[in-house]
């Protein structure tokens, strides 16, 4: 859903209200002396309105459309355009000295996404990426996603590139938006989690309408954004509300298996941790509740029981014993390729063509 409200366009240049009013007083030989008179007001404050230093208020516009016979309402709507034109100029006069930070963003991405339009003035580019953030201007995004206490900066990967991975974060606070969600319902997403279990055997177009239904449901909102360019994370997850969370997923390793394990470790984070916690996923993670989210996921994909029978019961794994191991748990093949691999029970090289890359509309 785009948003339809525009920026209305603002000229060059507008004159000041005072110019017509000058043009009227020439027009019927009239002085400011006389002018100031009919209206009941200093010649001070007059010499002013006529220069631009003081604005013509509702009260003023009245007293013009008395001696003048020209509606207040236009008085009022020329005022506007003037004063909006001069907080158009004071404006872009800041955002000019924001050019260094706009080119820290990976504009040319976010066009190309279509997250942003692509427009050749930096000024109004640089508009437009403060919108998508939703702030005033980058001192505010600063507060927001710089600060020393934000929970953003907990994370090794938004240390190394923070411009980027807000832009990938923030676009998944858009989508998670769009998406209505019932008030945060602990068992009922558990009861979601094990029906999506199966999915796992389907490709993205047969379950991705259905498992953000199901978590949408229970209080979550799942959303899947594509990797940007030096945010080499697997997903994220934080609160937005106190009865809405968030499940964002990146897909910047393409293989089923390393999705699933995101959204199950994820759906940890969820289930296991506080509110207040914001979590941001790579290849290395570190410290204890990314340990407990990661045996969540392995315990709910594969129960370790299981998986230990299943190990200690082949000295070797051919791709039918594990095939009905997978039929049995009512999982996908490649979970269990991929579990294999990780634990070094064969080597990573072997039988990735049970593996599917996944990608989502």
């Known amino acids: ?22 043009d009227l007083l020439e027009e019927k030989g009239m002085s400011q002396s006389e002018l100031a008179e009919r209206m009941g007001r200093p010649k001070k404050t007059i010499n002013e309105i006529l220069k631009g230093k003081t604005a013509i208020t509702p009260d003023t516009a009245i007293q013009l459309e008395r001696v003048f016979g020209t509606p207040a309402s236009f008085w009022n709507n020329r005022q506007k355009r003037y004063s909006e034109y001069l907080a158009s100029v004071r404006e872009k006069e800041k955002l000019s000295t924001y050019i260094d930070w706009l080119k820290s963003m990976p504009i040319r991405e976010m066009i190309k996404l279509g997250w942003i339009p692509s427009i050749k003035d930096e000024i109004a580019q640089l508009s437009e990426v403060l919108i998508f953030f939703g702030v005033n201007s980058p001192t505010e995004w600063k507060n927001i996603w710089l600060k020393e206490q934000t929970a953003y900066k907990q994370s090794p990967a938004f240390e190394r590139k923070p411009e980027a991975n807000s832009v ?70 934080r609160w937005l509300t106190p009865q809405k969370a968030l499940i964002q997923l990146s897909l910047y390793r393409k293989y089923e298996d390393y999705f ?38 392995r315990e709910f994909l594969i129960p370790m029981k299981k998986w230990l029978a299943f190990i200690t019961s082949n000295s070797t794994f051919s791709e039918t014993v594990l095939k009905d191991f997978a039929h ?17 029970k064969i080597p990573f090289y072997q039988m990735n063509e049970l593996r599917r890359k996944f990608r989502f509309q």
């Not at 941790?273 to 996923?281: L, P």
């Not at 009512?330 to 070094?344: D, F, K, M, P, W």
């Open 1 to 22: 859903m785009v948003n339809n409200i525009k920026n209305e366009y603002f000229p060059e240049s507008v004159s000041c209200p005072g110019g017509t009013i000058l």
């Open 168 to 237: 990938w974060l923030r676009r998944g606070e858009i989508e998670a938006q769009r998406i209505y969600c019932n008030p945060f319902d602990k068992e009922k997403f558990i009861k979601a989690l094990k029906k999506i279990l199966p999915f796992t055997k389907e490709s993205p177009e047969n379950f991705e309408k259905d498992l953000i239904g199901l978590c949408a449901d229970a209080g979550v909102a799942v959303v899947f954004i594509p990797p940007l360019k030096g945010v080499p994370v697997y997903g994220a997850t």
């Open 260 to 297: 699933w394990f995101s959204f199950f470790h994820e759906a940890g984070h969820i289930l296991l941790h506080g509110k207040r916690d914001i979590f941001i996923e790579e290849k290395k993670k570190e410290g204890k509740k990314e340990n407990e989210a990661d045996a969540f996921a």
């Open 328 to 344: 049995e748990m009512n999982i996908s093949s490649a979970i269990v390729v991929g579990r294999l691999q990780r634990e070094r």
